[in-house]
């Protein structure tokens, strides 16, 4: 069955960079895309970015825009989301998840999910 | 602050039927389709209705959605405590390089 697990809890002093990885099993990784996602306590979901497990082709959040890397790994079918100059209000859950559709057929929203990774950021 | 529009809760009892209504703009639920997520508390969301109307496998069919112009709603019928949970609705939006955008979430409580 689709897995997606994440990797655990971190910590992190604002001003820092976090990375999490997402690995993925029991399907075609170069087939579908990854998005990241995250919660901040209380709040509601936000879209980060989203890798092409294809061809590692990316697009990212304005929001985000140059403070975030999302790469992909063939090899080992793990993405992972890189997050840098952290601030106290990127404390939140961030979670991967696998697009239902493959390649480009990105519409049909995120079938699959990762467990979730609770980030904080406090000095 | 979110995107889209929900209402931040809703309740009702065992056996009803209840609403949960998305606003959103031409550039997102106006120009693409809508897709809700199911959160129960302290879990990873789970793809509801995808495609305004569509159900993944598995999900009951007491779980509909429908579209008009920019604007989406989640139905449930026969509720049932299990239903507790949060629910994001969530589209593309065509603006700048393209994002997904979602709502703020609609917490559900059955009495």
């Known amino acids: 069955q689709v897995q997606l697990v994440q990797s655990g809890a971190d910590m992190k002093k604002p001003g820092a960079s976090v990375k999490v990885s997402c690995k993925s099993s029991?399907?075609?990784?170069?087939?579908?895309?990854v998005s990241w996602v995250r919660q901040a306590p209380g709040q509601g979901l936000e879209w980060m970015g989203w890798?092409?497990?294809?061809?590692?082709?990316?697009n990212y959040a304005q929001t985000f825009q140059g403070r975030v890397t999302i790469t992909a790994d063939t090899s080992t079918s793990t993405v992972y989301m890189e997050l840098r100059s952290l601030r106290s209000d990127d404390t939140a859950v961030y979670y991967c998840?696998?697009?239902?559709?493959?390649?480009?057929?990105?519409?049909?929203?995120?079938?699959?999910w990762g467990q979730g990774t609770p980030v904080t950021v406090d000095s | 602050q979110s995107v889209l529009t929900q209402p931040p809760s809703a309740s009702g009892t065992p056996g009803q039927r209840v609403t949960i209504s998305c606003s959103g703009s031409?550039?997102?639920?106006?120009?693409?389709?809508v897709n809700w997520y199911q959160q129960l508390p302290g879990t990873a969301p789970k793809l509801l209705i995808f495609?305004?109307?569509r159900r993944p496998s598995g999900v009951p069919d007491r779980f509909s959605g429908s579209k008009s112009g920019t604007s989406a709603s989640l139905a449930i019928s026969g509720l049932q405590s299990e239903d507790e949970a949060a629910y994001h609705c969530?589209?593309?939006?065509?603006?700048?390089?393209?994002?997904?955008?979602f709502g703020g979430g609609t917490k559900l409580t059955v009495l």
């Open positions: 031409n550039s997102n639920i106006g120009s693409n389709t």
């Open positions: 029991g399907y075609t990784f170069t087939s579908y895309g």
């Open positions: 998840a696998r697009d239902q559709g493959q390649y480009y057929d990105i519409l049909t929203g995120s079938s699959h």
């Open positions: 969530s589209a593309w939006d065509d603006s700048l390089n393209g994002l997904w955008v």
């Open positions: 890798i092409s497990g294809y061809n590692g082709k990316t």
């Open positions: 495609s305004n109307n």
